[in-house]
């Protein structure tokens, strides 16, 4: 069994159709059950499409190699839906049966615990917060005198096994777990740094997803993980920084640079990616950008060729006819933006010593806002 935390779509057009399209080419794949993590009546008709034995369309629209694609597949990975707050017991008993991994996509405040959670309730009081509910049914395996389990977060967080692994465990300390507990967590327990990248940009009425065609789940390879399935959009590698890096440093750094090329030219807050790449002057100019500053940046790492090979895809991406992403939404926190794609992108080069690109433009604009957001 493969349980995951988290309805949202993504995971939907994501791992779960990875797992529909592993089983599909006769591959033997654990059934997954989708956990609703939030309290409320909100997405529960989700848990009811979850269920049904027909399964749920994924439909992918875009661009592959100049070529429009649009597929629609009919996804029978996902088995059922519980919620955290009425089906408390049923996840305790998924989590002491036949259970070897857990999937989590959680939102951008996943891994908050509120202060209830730091005090422990009745084991059939469901806690309030992904770290605390992962906390309590590891804590029953370990009680169960069961084994691990590996756990594959999706949250967009770097080093994301890492650092909930940190957060849980900090968690169970404070909560006096025990030693023989952490220990177990520890020795036991696969904690796998992951990446995901796929833009889903719509969602089906209950459950379903409409995605781009590009897919990649980039997994960080350590002793003791084996994988639920095989798919040839998951990639499992001993270095997970070039996939950040290239993700952060070309996508979004191309989003962040076409936001600050929308602010400043006052345009309309409807216009969206795809139509703005179709202004000769702004694809001209991004892929200016990328062809000079940001691949010369890779070439000091040597990683010319595979930034190559991003920029290509990333311009299709971003000329996907079907996708509709507003810019003003890009711009969201923009300051802070600026400073994680394009300032750390030039710290990285910088790091190189005197051989560093000029990067004339990227330097100019991340100089605008110095002193503002994040570099962490």
């Known amino acids: 069994m493969i349980l995951q935390f988290g309805t949202s779509r993504f995971l939907q057009a994501h791992v779960a159709l990875f797992a529909h399209e592993a089983r599909e ?16 009546n909100a997405r529960d008709m989700r848990l009811s499409g979850f269920a049904n034995p027909a399964g749920y369309d994924v439909i992918l629209r875009g661009l592959h190699h100049g070529e429009r694609v649009e597929t629609c597949t009919r996804v029978r990975a996902i088995v059922g839906g519980l919620s955290a707050e009425r089906d408390w017991g049923s996840i305790m008993a998924i989590a002491l049966g036949d259970l070897a991994h ?21 084991p ?14 590891l804590h029953a395996r370990w009680q169960a005198g069961l084994g691990g389990v590996i756990v594959l977060p999706c949250e967009l967080v770097r080093q994301n096994g ?29 904690w796998v740094n992951t990446l995901v990248d796929r833009i889903v940009s719509g969602a089906l009425d209950p459950v379903g997803a409409i995605a781009e065609p590009y897919a990649l789940w980039a997994v960080e390879d350590q002793p003791g993980l084996t994988m639920p399935f095989a798919h040839p959009d998951v990639i499992l590698t001993g270095d997970l920084e070039p996939y950040e890096r ?33 202004n000769h002057d702004t694809r001209a100019a991004l892929e200016t950008l990328f062809a000079t500053e940001v691949l010369s940046g890779f070439a000091c790492h040597g990683m010319e060729t595979q930034a190559r ?3 290509a895809s990333t311009l299709e991406r971003f000329a996907n006819p079907f996708l509709d992403h507003r810019i003003a939404d890009i711009h969201a926190g923009h300051a802070a933006k600026v400073s994680k794609r394009i300032a750390v992108f030039i710290d990285w080069v910088d790091a190189v010593g005197n051989h560093a690109p000029p990067m004339p433009e990227l330097r100019a604009l991340a100089a605008g806002y110095m002193g503002h957001g994040n570099r962490d």
């Open 246 to 278: 290239l993700k952060l440093h070309i996508l979004n750094l191309g989003h962040t640079w076409l936001a600050e090329r929308w602010h400043r030219a006052g345009a309309p807050d409807d216009l969206v990616v795809r139509v703005a790449m179709k």
């Open 162 to 190: 890492r650092v909930l692994h940190t957060i849980v465990a900090d968690l169970a300390n404070d909560l006096g777990s025990g030693p023989d507990f952490l220990a177990w967590m520890e020795d036991e327990c696969r």
């Open 309 to 311: 090979t991003y920029i």
């Open 124 to 137: 059939h009081h469901p806690p309030l917060s992904f770290p605390a509910m992962l906390l309590a049914l």
């Open 102 to 122: 857990i999937v989590s996509n959680t939102g951008d405040s996943g891994y908050d615990i509120p202060a209830q959670d730091r005090v422990r309730g009745a």
């Open 25 to 40: 080419a006769g591959q033997d794949v654990p059934p997954i059950t989708v956990v609703k993590t939030t309290r409320g």
